[in-house]
């Protein structure tokens, strides 16, 4: 017999109409049909395939329902990806041709003593071929000696960020990279990097994966620490949760697979997550060449020997990250290699061996581990070097004098955390550094906090540093009245054994603009008393107070901010510290805006509203609400998802337009209306209308001047011209509009 019958596997109906040959029990289908049903078989083989044939399949003939249901092997089933494991919310950055100038101009008044006035600033310029950016303060005392009065540049650079290649290009002041076993250093040069910030939604670390298998149609639900993070539904077959929730540390992963019967099955896996790592494949690197920078923030153009600096790190596996680091100057170089690997579920170990020569070769070694779960948290380090080890932090200074005083010869670092259930969070660290002279400093610190009812929260430390008298501690109480104000008051022991105490209230300026203020008040060796307000809003930030410490007063005052160029106009803002974007309205005022939902303000009597905080290269969603505009304003969109370059900004212009529209009595020269049915079309346009009840028509995108061509059954055709006026803010009301005949009836 030849059968066409809808194919059901493992109780899944695939919709799928296949063909069936049926010998007495035993059926046969087309091998490809079974492929395309997801099967895993060979593509040669014998065609027609005999469904007994096949090891552990089998196979049921439902004649009520027209069915061949199938029952495989689970492996035979293709394996389901459940999630996006990177790049599920990648949006390109966009940078607009544009200039920024921030500044932080700060005084204060000492009474019977000196004055001092600075002013930071930083000049940004920006556009497709990246960012230049320059910053410096200048400083001038009044009444003192002085001697740092001037201006002083910090940085002044050229940088281009590829986010396609995920690389960072920059020429002039730069950092250098750094791994946990090396110093960086500042250059003027060049510098090549990987820069994965470009890419907010590329997780760089091994994640876990949780995997399983489904008999039948079900669905799976992912638990991490008794919290469901994920609820899919599932085909027949094994299953792959290919991106978990960002998580680090320890942790419990249960999976929770639940068929239309009910049944259930759990499987649960412990994990360990730690960002130090990378994902297979992946380097990331850094190199940077050009002169080292000296007696930075003192003199403007201080630069010494050339040098060179690189770092490279690889993820081997999922477990294993290797590293590497270099430098090298005139008379100087340094290698050394590290990695960093995962011990399972107990935590990673990082350790490094560098060689460096300059006057004497000398060594550093390090080793290091941590492990970081809900309950507990431990992490530890050692470095060890030899007399004759430098690098470039230190290579200069050793010219001038032996530095064996403050060279480092051992640093160890120790931290433990506990964060018992309802107990609060305990801390308990430990530092030494042993200096090349024999010099040490060994320091001790405990820390508890605890957040009590109504979240008010309490904190106490203590430090104490080994082989020396006296112990230093503070205890805390903070308590929040809002989102916006707190209470704290705390007391202090000095490592002398003197106390002190302070009482604090502090709110916040809303950073959609208003009124804060800082209140202080403290007693012990000498009276402190202290108060100050800020003012914001989409401006400019001002702040101005007085303080007085041992009955000596000191005033000052502040003013933040930022101007824009961008668009053809000069934008007034608050300080500008990443990106920013330019929302533009098209010349419409009062538009509010939102961003992610949240209302950020409205645009300005120009139609447009500046946004100073925005992260760059995050994927934001930005809205106008066209409300309150006249009815006939429209806009080709009111919601748009834009991502902005690093340190820029961004033109978001929403193209709003005036439509008119009108609603037109149309009546023929009798005066009576025209019949229902009746089609009138905009002549020269694309605008139709039919004739309704009393002559109505109804019609869109209007000019100032129109024409209207009308045809109806009864009286044939006509035309009628009418204007609108430009200043009109709502629909026109047109007519009664006579409409003049032009042929006869038909």
């Known amino acids: 017999m030849q059968l066409f019958l809808e194919l059901v596997l493992n109780e899944l109906p695939t919709g799928q109409i296949i063909e069936v040959q049926a010998v007495g029990e035993h059926y046969l289908v087309a091998r490809r049909d079974l492929i395309a049903a997801g099967l895993k078989l060979d593509a040669e083989g014998a065609d027609p395939v005999e469904l007994d044939s096949l090891a552990g399949v089998r196979s049921t003939y439902e004649q009520e329902m027209q069915q061949l249901r199938l029952d495989v092997p689970i492996e035979w089933l293709p394996r389901q990806q459940i999630g996006v494991a990177n790049g599920g919310d990648r949006i390109e950055a966009v940078t607009s041709l544009g200039a920024l100038f921030n500044y932080d101009v700060y005084y204060s008044n000492t009474d019977g003593g000196s004055a001092l006035a600075s002013a930071f600033t930083e000049q940004r310029v920006f556009g497709e071929k990246g960012v230049f950016s320059n910053s410096g303060v200048y400083r001038r005392s009044f009444g003192g000696v002085g001697d740092l009065d001037g201006y002083y540049r910090y940085d002044s650079y050229w940088r281009f960020n590829d986010q396609q290649r995920l690389l960072s290009y920059a020429a002039g002041d730069v950092v250098s990279g750094a791994l946990t076993w090396n110093s960086a250093v500042r250059l003027g040069g060049v510098q090549l990097s990987r820069n994965f910030a470009l890419r907010p939604d590329l997780i760089t670390y091994p994640m876990p994966r949780f995997s399983g298998d489904a008999s039948v149609p079900s669905t799976v639900d992912l638990f991490i620490d008794n919290t469901r993070v994920s609820s899919e539904t599932l085909k027949p077959g094994p299953f792959t949760f290919n991106s978990a929730p960002v998580i680090s540390g320890a942790g419990q992963a249960t999976v929770v697979t639940t068929d239309a019967l009910g049944r259930q099955v759990a499987t649960t896996v412990p994990f360990y997550v730690t960002n130090t790592l990378l994902q297979k494949g992946l380097t990331d690197y850094s190199l940077s060449l050009g002169r080292l920078r000296q007696n930075y923030g003192l003199e403007n153009f201080s630069y010494g020997r050339y040098a060179g600096s690189g770092t490279f790190r690889y993820g081997l596996n999922d477990r294993i990250t290797l590293e590497s680091h270099a430098e090298a100057a005139s008379g100087f170089r340094l290698t050394g290699i590290g990695s960093t690997f995962s011990v399972g579920t107990f935590g990673s170990v990082t350790s490094s061996f560098s060689q460096s020569h300059y006057t004497?070769?000398?060594?550093?070694?390090?080793?290091?581990?941590?492990?970081?779960?809900?309950?507990?948290?431990?992490?530890?380090?050692?470095?060890?070097?030899?007399?004759?080890?430098?690098?470039?932090?230190?290579v200069e200074a050793l010219d001038a004098r032996p530095l064996d005083n403050f060279l480092l010869k051992r640093s160890d670092q120790v931290t433990l955390t506990f964060s018992p259930s309802g107990l609060g969070s305990v801390g308990i660290g430990y530092f030494a550094n042993l200096a090349q002279d024999g010099n040490s400093t060994r320091l001790i610190n405990l820390s508890w906090s605890r957040t009590l009812w109504r979240?008010?929260?309490?904190?106490?430390?203590?430090?104490?540093?080994?082989?020396?008298?006296?112990?230093?501690?503070?205890?805390q109480v903070v308590v929040p009245f809002d989102m916006l104000s707190t209470l704290s008051a705390s007391t202090d022991r000095s490592r002398s054994g003197r106390y002190s105490?302070?009482?604090?209230?502090?709110?916040?300026?809303?950073?959609?603009?208003?009124?804060?203020?800082?209140?202080?008040?403290?007693?012990?060796?000498?009276?402190?008393?202290?108060?100050?307000?800020?003012?914001?809003?989409?401006?400019?930030?001002?702040?101005?107070?007085?303080?007085?410490?041992?009955?000596?007063?000191?005033?000052w005052g502040d003013a933040s901010g930022s101007l824009v160029a961008m668009d053809g106009g000069l934008f007034a803002t608050n300080r500008v510290d990443d990106a920013f974007v330019l929302v533009s309205t098209d010349g419409y005022p009062g538009v509010p805006v939102t961003f992610e939902h949240q209302l950020i303000g409205e645009t300005d009597r120009n139609g447009h509203l500046l946004v100073p905080w925005v992260p760059s290269y995050y994927r934001g969603q930005y809205e106008v609400d066209l409300l309150n505009l006249p009815s006939n304003v429209v806009a080709g969109e009111t919601q748009?998802?834009?991502?902005?370059?690093?340190?820029?900004?961004?033109?978001?212009?929403?193209?709003?337009?005036?439509?008119?529209?009108?609603?037109?009595?149309?009546?023929?020269?009798?005066?009576?209306?025209?019949?229902?049915g009746a089609v009138a079309t905009l002549v020269g346009g694309t605008g139709r209308s039919q004739v309704g009840w009393d002559g109505v028509a109804y019609f869109e995108n209007l000019a100032a001047h129109n024409e209207l061509d009308v045809r109806t059954p009864e009286a044939g055709q006509c035309r009628a011209r009418f204007d609108i006026d430009p200043h009109i803010a709502e629909m026109a009301q047109i007519g009664p509009l006579t409409c003049h005949r032009t042929t006869g009836a038909p």
């Open 455 to 475: 979240n008010i929260s309490f904190y106490v430390s203590l430090n104490r540093v080994l082989d020396e008298d006296g112990y230093a501690a503070q205890a």
């Open 360 to 394: 004497d070769s000398g060594q550093q070694y390090s080793l290091g581990y941590s492990y970081f779960s809900r309950l507990f948290g431990v992490s530890a380090q050692r470095i060890e070097r030899t007399r004759g080890f430098a690098d470039l932090s230190v």
């Open 640 to 676: 748009r998802f834009i991502a902005v370059g690093e340190g820029s900004g961004a033109l978001l212009a929403f193209a709003l337009r005036q439509q008119f529209s009108a609603s037109v009595v149309l009546v023929d020269e009798s005066g009576a209306f025209l019949p229902q």
């Open 501 to 555: 105490q302070r009482v604090n209230y502090s709110r916040n300026a809303p950073s959609e603009g208003g009124l804060g203020m800082n209140l202080s008040y403290g007693s012990g060796d000498s009276e402190y008393t202290q108060a100050d307000f800020t003012w914001r809003n989409q401006s400019v930030q001002l702040q101005g107070g007085a303080y007085s410490d041992a009955g000596e007063m000191t005033h």
